[in-house]
């Protein structure tokens, strides 16, 4: 079976939401999303776990070292769509030979 790497896009501003918090850190079932998104990754024992993150989203990174104390991060200092997010992960994952799973941290695997 081939390892697995995660990358977790969590450089949403949130701006519809109204809040000065970044998105994946809204809570639902006394959680942030982002922990629930990182506790999945925890749970399939993945390889490597990216997180990436907005400029400014130390917050995002503190909560995600709580979760995995191992996981690397990347930030998307312009935020130019999902592909372009994935694309910041690329030097995090230069050496990993594996599976690569996307996953968005603003929608928890409840």
């Known amino acids: ?3 697995v790497a ?5 450089a949403g501003m949130g701006t519809r939401m109204r809040s ?3 998105k994946v850190l809204h809570k639902a ?11 999945a990754a925890k749970a399939i024992d993945a390889a490597n776990v ?3 993150h907005g400029p400014g989203h130390d917050t995002v ?5 709580k979760i995995l104390p191992t996981c690397r991060f990347a930030e998307q200092a312009e935020r130019k ?9 690329e030097t995090a994952l ?7 799973l996307i996953l968005y941290g603003d929608v928890p695997l409840i």
């Open 81 to 89: 769509g999902t592909g372009h997010a994935v694309m910041m992960a």
């Open 20 to 22: 000065s918090i970044p």
């Open 29 to 39: 079932a006394g959680r942030s999303l982002l922990a629930h998104v990182l506790y």
């Open 61 to 65: 990174i503190k909560e995600s070292s």
């Open 94 to 100: 230069q050496d990993f030979d594996g599976t690569v």
């Open 6 to 10: 995660v990358i977790v896009l969590a």
């Open 50 to 52: 990216v997180v990436v």
């Open 1 to 3: 079976m081939t390892e």
